[in-house]
């Protein structure tokens, strides 16, 4: 809904007042008891314009400054030690659960992907990767494993990632808009040193 050119959405439930919540993503959540009236929660967005656009536009500068930060080969050199130390659990964790084996396990910093699985099941993950949400981590963990099985992006495959973990397309969701903005800040380092390639 759009009430001054401030566009909301509207999540109700059992609560007795009205609450406005400003998302990390700078969108605008109405907190409304189930009976409240669409004119009563345009009103209340009238009356708190200000405030909302205030904690709006801080939100979103906070974001527009993380994602015009570069990356540095430091970093990536952490991450890729952070990785090492954290994804072979839980790749073998989501092995056992999905019933397929591989035959190692590679990390490395990747400009175009964010794993791959080879023919001789060999699974090799972007070190980038461990600044995307755990949800996300698992999600590429997941789709490594399923090219165990199917060794292609076909029905078959989408379905057997989709059996064995429900979040996949919020995930692919994340990959193509911050997913992108991750990469793009590993090509802001300039310095031909600093950079992974
Ligand atoms: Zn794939």
């Known amino acids: 809904m759009t009430t001054d050119k401030i566009t909301y959405k509207v999540k109700r439930s059992k609560r007795k007042s009205l609450g406005i919540r400003i998302e990390c993503d700078g969108s605008i959540t109405v907190l409304a008891p189930l009976l409240a009236s669409a004119e009563y929660i345009d009103e209340a967005i009238a009356k708190n314009k200000d405030w909302i656009l205030k904690k709006q536009s801080e939100k979103l500068s906070a974001i527009g400054e993380r994602r015009l930060q570069p990356i540095y080969l430091d970093e990536i050199k952490a991450l890729k030690a952070r990785a090492l130390t954290i994804l072979p659990d839980r790749l073998n964790y989501y092995a056992e659960l999905l019933g397929v084996s591989y035959s190692k396990l590679s990390v490395k910093p990747m400009l175009s992907r964010w794993g791959s699985c080879s023919a001789q099941q060999s699974i090799s993950i972007n070190c980038l990767l461990m600044l995307a949400p755990d949800e996300v981590i698992d999600y590429i963990l997941v789709h490594e494993l399923s090219h165990v099985k199917h060794m292609n992006h076909s029905r078959a495959f989408y379905a057997f990632i989709d059996a064995h973990f429900p979040h996949r ?29």
């Open 169 to 197: 397309k919020q995930c692919e969701k994340w990959l193509k808009s911050e997913g992108v903005i991750l990469i793009s800040r590993v090509r802001l380092a300039k310095d031909k040193k600093d950079r992974i390639n």
